[in-house]
């Protein structure tokens, strides 16, 4: 019988990440990919850290008393922690930006819990299972999974986050919080997070499967937020110059379609406006304001374009294509090709294994401790208060 309790295995992917936490009612915040430490988003809320996992892991100092509103859960079932590093990000942002009805009332509740009981609670969340299960790879075969072995790849998801002065690492695998050091101004922080997390992928040898992406504020809602701005300030500028019996150039056209366009509101800073009282300086702001606004609306056709593109990728890994799949055999066993295909990826298969057992033995080699250099003899003793060679 399926365990409903079970969390599937997601892959790492920021538009996967993005739509994942959506699903969860959050819309303030986006997950986007770092490809170079020195360029990480200014105002990440928390980087969330993919790697590989060492079998038999050195131990970490972590803390048993530390600040009681971090939020801090321990992972309790396998393939959560994916969702758990999300999380550990998002609800100790909840001063930063709104996460909505789900998430906000799932924190209150969990408030007074201590570790365990908060990794329980994401394991028995229905929201939060559905949300994460949803993203899972379709597969119509009920396979037997086994425990993984040292010569398995299993990666894992920990999360690096700043919280009232302090900068942390918090792995839902570690007996708690992990703390890296004072943080007093979280607006450098990723400057502070970028040696530590350079220094954990160079503690491996011939490894290069990492993965390294931040949460940050939705770049889609600030650059809505920013059109609409911009709309009210011209319609601002435009009463002005009737006022004067001034026309204003038309609007210029923007690569947006009306439903894409913000709805005009009211209540924005009109303070950039000024009140230019002339042609001359009516018109420069008419045109520094437009150039504004077709500025941002290029960054919002991007942002719109990049976010259907993560849509349609995750509709193709939600899709079933076992069915699509057993057509094709048929029709190929049909052609009589079968037994000749069938030949070769079973060839295709033992190179990968072979390519796969010979890159764990140079693994292992690489890691291994080098001998130790032959003592030359000598008729006296060695200073003890010298180091060994």
């Avoid at 509740?109 to 379709?138: M, P, V």
Wanted: glycine fraction near 4%; include cysteine; proline fraction near 6%.
């Amino acid at each position: 019988m399926e365990n409903e309790s079970a969390f599937d295995t997601i892959e790492s992917d920021p538009g996967v990440f993005t739509e994942l936490i959506e699903a969860l009612g959050c819309n303030s915040v986006q997950v986007d990919e770092i490809l170079d430490l020195e360029s990480a988003p200014s105002d990440a809320l928390g980087m969330i850290f993919l790697f590989k996992y060492k079998s038999h892991p050195e131990p970490r100092h972590a803390l048993t008393d530390y600040d009681p509103s971090l939020f801090y859960s321990k992972q309790v079932y396998s393939n959560a922690c994916a969702t758990q590093a999300i999380l550990h990000v998002l609800m100790n942002s909840s001063e930063k930006v709104d996460l909505g009805k789900e998430l906000n009332e799932f924190k209150m509740f969990t408030a007074d819990f201590d570790a365990f009981l908060k990794g329980t609670a994401i394991t028995n969340s229905e929201a939060i299972r559905t949300a994460h299960n949803s993203f899972s790879r379709q597969n119509s075969f009920l396979l037997e999974s086994a425990p993984a072995t040292d010569d398995d790849d299993v990666f894992h998801f920990v999360a690096y986050v700043p919280y009232h002065g302090m900068l942390y690492e918090l792995d839902g695998l570690q007996a708690g919080p992990i703390a890296l050091g004072e943080c007093p101004n979280e607006s450098h922080w990723t400057e502070q997070v970028a040696p530590i997390i350079r220094a954990r992928t160079q503690s491996y040898t011939a490894e290069l499967r990492f993965a390294l992406m931040a949460v940050v504020p939705s770049r889609k809602g600030a650059l809505q937020s920013r059109l609409d701005t911009l709309q009210q300030q011209r319609q601002y500028l435009a009463a002005i110059a009737s006022s004067l019996e001034l026309s204003l150039p038309a609007l210029p056209s923007l690569p947006l379609s009306a439903e894409e366009l913000p709805a005009a509101g009211d209540g924005a800073d009109l303070s950039a406006v000024g009140e230019p009282s002339d042609r001359d300086a009516i018109l420069a702001t008419a045109q520094r304001i437009d150039s504004e606004l077709i500025d941002a609306a290029i960054q919002l056709r991007q942002e719109l374009d990049k976010r259907k593109s993560w849509h349609d990728e995750n509709l193709r890994r939600k899709h079933n294509y076992v069915p699509f799949l057993i057509e094709l055999l048929k029709q190929v066993a049909i052609k009589g090709r079968l037994p000749e295909a069938t030949l070769r990826a079973c060839a295709a298969a033992e190179e990968k294994a072979k390519r796969k057992q010979e890159k764990a033995a140079k693994e292992k080699e690489s890691a291994a401790p080098a001998p130790a250099a032959p003592m030359a003899p000598t008729s006296t003793p060695s200073d003890p208060s010298k180091p060994a060679h």
